[in-house]
């Protein structure tokens, strides 16, 4: 099992950043991807960014340019710096760990955190 605690969701204004942080414990050493997702009301959960531990990062194209996923192995810990956040940006964004137990993947998710664009 792995378990996540995510942290630095809260409102900002438009045009503003943020920084989540997202630090997994348990089996890390089986965790091979990490990042994370979000969930705007009404909408399914979509990929924002994730990483692999080897550096290869996978991300949707309506973040690219404002939000840098980043991740440090050492501290188990994966970040997403946001800036020039937008309303659209509004959602609960949950973190996303993989595990890779010889060729057998399981996935885990942290409880999620609010992140709020308005004026």
Do not use: H
Not at 18 to 39: E, P
Request: proline residues 3%.
């Amino acid at each position: 099992q792995v378990q996540l605690v995510e942290s630095g969701g809260g409102l900002v204004q438009p045009g503003g950043s943020l920084r989540l942080s997202c630090a997994a414990s348990g089996l890390i050493f089986r965790v091979d991807t990490m990042g994370w997702y979000r969930q705007a009301p009404g909408k399914q959960r979509e990929l924002v960014a994730t990483m692999t531990s080897g550096g290869s990062i996978d991300s949707t194209d309506i973040v690219k340019g404002r939000f840098t996923i980043s991740r440090d192995n050492a501290k188990n810990t994966v970040y997403l710096q946001m800036n020039s956040l937008k309303p659209e940006d509004t959602a609960v964004y949950y973190c996303y760990a993989r595990t890779n137990n010889y060729g057998i993947y399981g996935t885990f998710w942290g409880q999620g955190t609010q992140v709020t664009v308005s004026s």
